[in-house]
């Protein structure tokens, strides 16, 4: 690791050890707005000002934990504390000093964090990582200890973000042999980004709809449907011509059975040959009925079926299987004649 100024090294850790009194102060003021007693003002302050570095330490899990080697960390936290359950902290001032003063210390703690797993070796996003431990581990540590959802999870001000641009700068800076500069320009951009949300009242968004994969598989699902049908529609117009001329005739044939048989029962021949004649006009359109798959469908979710109740609905029948079905009843004059009656009825009840 490059040497780093002294002076440099000084500020963060001066920046630091107050960074542990001033989050002592913030955790022990929410724990008076909690009700909590005094018990509950040292374990909040603890978490807030020393959770995220204890966190860091036991992941790079490199000698003891700062905050049990150095004292000091535990004086400032309780010291914190102490100064909550004696001062009354509230009112608008109060609220603008912790804002403000939580968005500087997250940004000069995610520097730390991110320097200190640059001095034991670790990869890029693990380095990241512990900026981002280190800057907001204490609050969600303190979050969850309270029975609360960690505010860094949903709608929350940005506070990772600045965190993961400070931890970023730092690791360029040390990258290119620069690391004093990346200590001081990642912890301000950090600020800077902080600062900015609190100010402009930005929002990290939890659009829950929002699945661009399942939208676009919806999407792909509809055109290959459109695609299908229309193949369906040219092989329709490909089918050979006698099979077609075959299928013409097996229907006259069974269309002159449905006449001779109207015609014993006592009703005219003309009359009936003239409304067979008719019905052999919208043959195809029938026979095309049969067989189409309708374009649109409602189904155009994409996702995971636990339940299995996806699967309860029967599925469409395919264009070959109903031209054989049509085929194998055409070959039959019973069913052939049955099916006559059926498309007889409605035709019927459609004109």
């Not at 966190?55 to 003891?64: C, M, P, S």
């Not at 730390?112 to 034991?120: L, M, R």
């Not at 969600?140 to 506070?159: K, L």
């Not at 999407?219 to 049908?229: D, T």
């Amino acid at each position: 690791m490059p040497e780093v100024d002294p002076l440099i090294e000084s500020l963060y850790r001066w920046s630091d050890v107050s960074g542990v009194l001033l989050m002592g102060i913030i955790g022990g003021t929410i724990a008076r707005k909690s009700g909590y007693d005094i018990i509950g003002f040292f374990f909040i302050a603890m978490f807030s000002s020393l959770g995220g570095g204890m966190v860091r330490d036991v992941l790079i899990n490199q000698g003891t934990v700062a905050a049990m080697s150095e004292p000091e960390y535990l004086y400032l936290a309780f010291t914190g504390a102490l100064i909550a359950r004696f001062v009354y902290f509230k009112g608008k001032t109060w609220d603008y000093i912790q804002a403000h003063g939580d968005a500087v210390v997250s940004g000069l703690w995610a520097g730390t964090g991110a320097v200190k797993a640059i001095t034991y070796g670790l990869p890029l996003i693990p380095c990241i990582m512990m900026g981002v431990f280190t800057a907001t581990g204490g609050s969600m540590i303190r979050d969850i200890s309270m029975g609360r959802e960690p505010a860094v999870f949903g709608n929350n001000q940005p506070t990772v973000i600045p965190a993961i641009a400070c931890a970023s700068i730092v690791l360029i800076g040390n990258h290119f042999g620069m690391l004093a500069v990346g200590m001081v320009v990642g912890p301000l951009v950090s600020i800077f980004l902080a600062l900015l949300g609190i100010w402009a009242g930005w929002r990290v968004p939890a659009h829950q709809d929002w699945a661009p994969i399942n939208d676009t598989a919806a999407q792909v699902k509809v055109l290959a449907k459109k695609a299908e049908n229309k193949s369906r529609a040219v092989g329709r117009k490909l089918e050979p011509h006698r099979v077609r001329s075959w299928r013409h005739r097996q229907m006259e044939a069974a269309l002159q059975r449905r006449i001779e048989k109207e015609a014993r029962s006592g009703k005219r021949r003309k009359m009936t040959a003239e409304e067979v004649s008719d019905f052999m006009d919208s043959f195809d359109s029938d026979v095309d009925q049969l067989s189409a798959v309708p374009e649109n469908s409602d189904d155009t979710d994409f996702g995971v079926d636990f339940t299995g109740d996806s699967y309860d609905a029967e599925e469409p029948v395919s264009t070959e299987e109903s031209q054989r079905l049509l085929d194998t009843i055409l070959a039959d004059d019973k069913l052939s004649d049955e099916l006559i009656e059926r498309l007889m009825e409605r035709y019927n009840a459609r004109n």
